[in-house]
DNA sequence: CGGGTGGTTGAGCTTTCTCAAATAGAGTGG
DNA sequence: CCACTCTATTTGAGAAAGCTCAACCACCCG
């Protein structure tokens, strides 16, 4: 059940026989939602942090002004709220794009882990660092990088991510979202996101379509998109 | 010396006697920085964290082209790299805006408390989390607010941070900053930053001048920047 | 076949940027 | 104390990226 979320940690350290048995041990039920629903609110009181293991979700928040800004994305494999487990409550609530499957984690067994599996803790914290160094990178795309490179970056992004996880045959992965959506994300109307998409697709560098990200030319994606997956943490050492 | 980081963590949560003890014993020397320089570099191995004690310091990372997105700014009492301990390298280099006096934290300090006191463990854990949740909140800014909104929401957070830490009188509080850095961290230009400010002058809001941000109107401020300190956590829970 | 959602395109507009120049202020050496 | 220099701030004018509004198309599903 955990699988993915293990490629995904061992992709950053060492995990041992004893330290997955206890994550395993501290998932409870599986839940799973329809799309387009709100399944983290804000502000509620939280008992437990959930684990994603099928579709895709994000976070959100909703301004005034009735914009949205959707400031994560989660894939396969991703804790939508490990951080939860120490805040208590979500400043930004979160909703599923797609059909979800999920797993709970209730933050009893997360705290019997800091008490009983230093290290293993250790890669929790890590995993919501990880996420943090992925914030920051957005915000660099949000402040500085123009429509078409904001839209390059993600895709190079999400390609590595879905990659580390099995999820990509190399030059498409699943990415099930409207234009609309995509807008929310990058900071951008869905009208201008339509027209870099287009230039994305007439330049020969990526294809967003039928909810599926085809990269057509890595290199040149990366060029566009100025990306450096060094904020993606890649190699293994000890946490 | 940790006075101002005690004061930050225990808005949040209790801090036992021996708790304070253990991160107290954790400092290890003092260090002073001049103003702009950069004083962790990105991926470098690390094997301590830094606390500012005074001073404002900020994360960022240069593009290809020359352009700089500011993604954190730091005040005293806030770690700079808390989640270096778990990364071992950063992805983004930190530097110093002005004169700064630092406190050295070695990570394997840090690990003696993640295997003898899971608790503070937590809120160390939680203190990374409130990074990441400032991040998320400067992505809403950065995506969706407008330049003027994007400037008062920055000056409204900062009144509220400066405020934990007992570093404002109510209606101003330290901000040394050139308008060049104030527009990377709003992700604007110099140019319309100083128009912007301009603005929040002539409308009786808020005035940044002289290295020191006055709040005219609380307000009125809050209203523009559509501010919520919900994301800031302020609230004592224990964690 | 019809309704609804999401994608595409065009035209004009707004915010913010770029380029350029003028002004202000702080620090330095004579 | 004054000229000089350097940096930061301020303002103006024109340009560009991206937004808004509107229409039309394509597809899916009942």
């Known amino acids: ?39 983290i609110e804000a502000n509620r009181d939280l008992t437990h942090s959930t684990l994603l293991l099928e579709g895709l979700m994000g976070r959100y928040k909703d301004l005034r002004d009735g ?16 951080h939860s487990f120490t805040l208590k409550r979500l400043d930004q609530p979160v909703m599923s794009l797609t059909r979800c499957r999920t797993a709970l984690v209730p933050h009893a067994k997360l705290e019997e882990i800091t008490r009983n599996f230093p290290h293993l803790t250790r890669i929790l914290w890590f995993s919501t660092n990880l996420d943090a160094c992925i914030h920051r990178e957005w915000s660099v795309s949000l402040g500085r990088r123009t429509a078409i490179a904001r839209a390059a970056h993600l895709f190079c992004e999400l390609q590595i991510r879905f990659g580390i996880v099995g999820l990509t045959d190399g030059t498409s992965y699943p990415l099930n979202l409207t234009q609309i959506e995509l807008a929310e994300c990058l900071g951008l109307t869905s009208v201008h996101v339509n027209r870099v998409l287009k230039e994305l697709r007439e330049r020969g560098l990526a294809e967003f379509r039928g909810g599926k990200v085809t990269i057509l030319d890595w290199d040149g994606l990366v060029r566009v998109a100025d990306f450096d997956s060094n904020y993606l943490y890649l190699e293994r050492a000890p946490r």
């Open 67 to 82: 914009q949205r800004q959707i400031t994560a994305l989660h894939i396969p494999g991703d804790f939508l709220d490990l």
């Open 1 to 39: 059940m955990i699988e993915l979320h293990l490629l995904k940690l061992r992709a950053r350290d060492e995990i041992s026989a004893e330290e997955e048995a206890a994550l395993r041990g501290a998932v409870a039920d599986v839940v799973d939602y329809p799309a387009d629903r709100t399944i």
